[in-house]
């Protein structure tokens, strides 16, 4: 077992099944949340979303406090709040790396898109007047932060100890696409779409966070930061999954693929040095590369 701390704050005292049964119930708190009031309007209708926008901040400090129950505190509440927020990822020290270096390392991955939103002359990204649409909020503000708050920053600290890096960015993310299958019941609600669509479209999406949260618990692992995939989640958000049908049938199809293929291989090539623990200052999580 991994045992990591910050002067007297350790998890060493959680079991495997209390990490996992801790952590699955802060997802159905997340997602509970947003159906625990029989709303009279669609998910994109502006009551809807503040009234769901107080639901997951109220589930996500009660994410925090459960993941403070489940700790072994015997620090002075002098020092307390600063380490026990540094579990959570809330540090001021290497906030602008933080923020800014994978924001770099996500636009290159999504190099091939941001092109072909060029060729397409897509410029939604940079359109202040967004900013007066609420439902935008709730993509790139409210969303990836709370999620990344629940699923990254209180469920790390309690799995990590447990089971090492290596098998919680692989284990931890299904709770994160898993917590993404809610989406079926407004699709069913909707009434626009067949079982089948509904079956696919969960299934797609449920695979595609999973991925994307595995990348995001290596991020928070190896940077410490919740800044650094709340920008992350934010950034994929607003750029979608790739269009590769489009680029396949776009007249600089050769171009576009090449575009694609140069940015997923530096992506991968650029990694490890990206988000190098030493970059952000992470002597916390950092201490667990090449622990079991």
Known sequence: MTIIMVDDITFEDVSKWQALLTSFSMALLYVGSLYLV???YGRDHPTTIRGRFFRVSLASVVSCVMLYLSSSVTATSQNLSGNYFHWIGFRLSSSLSATIIPL???SILFFGPLV??????ESYLFQWHYLEDISMWRNYVVAPLSEELVFR?????LLVPS?????TICLAPWFFGLAHLHHAIEQYRSGFYSGMQI???TLFQAFYTTMFGMLSCFIFLRTGHIASVFVSHAFCNMMGFPDFGEAFHHKYKYYLCFCYIVGLLSFCYLL???TDPTLYE???YSSIWGSA
């Open 38 to 40: 029989k709303e009279k």
């Open 104 to 106: 770099i390392l996500l």
């Open 116 to 121: 072909q939103m060029l060729f397409q002359q």
């Open 153 to 157: 920053g209180c469920m790390m600290p």
């Open 163 to 167: 089971f090492g890096h290596t098998t």
């Open 199 to 201: 079956i696919i479209s």
């Open 272 to 274: 490890y040095p990206l």
């Open 282 to 284: 992470n002597y916390l």
